[in-house]
C-alpha cells in the first residue's frame, strides 16, 4: 500500500488550499481514510477522518467549521479542503489510511502513511 499527497503550498493567512492523498495497492472504502498534521517542534496530530467512503467524519476542534474531508472511491483519494488558514495551519499534512475500522473520533497509530506535504500559512 502506498499514499502520495499532495497539494501543499504557500498561502497567505484567509487562504484555501486542497490537498489530495492517492491510495494505490488496496481499496479503504470500508475503512477509515484522513489526515494528520505535524509543525515544527511538535508531535504529529490528529486533523480529519472519514470513518469509511460516506461515513462518519471528525475534525480536531482547532479545525472544525474550516477544514473538510471528502473521499473519491472511483480514485480512491481522499481530500482535505482547508479554508480560512491560519499561521498556526502551517504543518507538515500527513494522509493515512488504515484497515482496521473505526467507530469513534480517537484515531491513534494508522496502519499506512504518506509521504506528508508541506502547508505554510505567511501572516
Known amino acids: 500500500v502506498q499514499l502520495q499527497a499532495s497539494g501543499g503550498g504557500l498561502v497567505q493567512a484567509g487562504g484555501s488550499l486542497r490537498l489530495s492523498c492517492a491510495v494505490s495497492?488496496?481499496?479503504?472504502?470500508?475503512?477509515?481514510m484522513g489526515w494528520f498534521r505535524q509543525a515544527p517542534g511538535k508531535e504529529r496530530d490528529f486533523v480529519a477522518v472519514?470513518?469509511?467512503?460516506?461515513?462518519?467524519?471528525y475534525y480536531a476542534d482547532s479545525v472544525k467549521g474550516r477544514f473538510t474531508i471528502s473521499r473519491d472511491n472511483a480514485k480512491n483519494t481522499v481530500h482535505l479542503l482547508m479554508n480560512n488558514l491560519k499561521p498556526e495551519d502551517t504543518a507538515v499534512y500527513y494522509c493515512?489510511?488504515?484497515?482496521?475500522?473505526?467507530?469513534?473520533?480517537?484515531?491513534?497509530?494508522?496502519?499506512?502513511w504518506g509521504q506528508g506535504t508541506l502547508v505554510t500559512v505567511s501572516s
Open positions: 472519514m470513518t469509511r467512503s460516506n461515513g462518519n467524519t
Open positions: 493515512a489510511a488504515d484497515w482496521r475500522p473505526l467507530y469513534s473520533n480517537v484515531w491513534r497509530n494508522p496502519q499506512y
Open positions: 495497492g488496496g481499496t479503504f472504502s470500508a475503512y477509515p
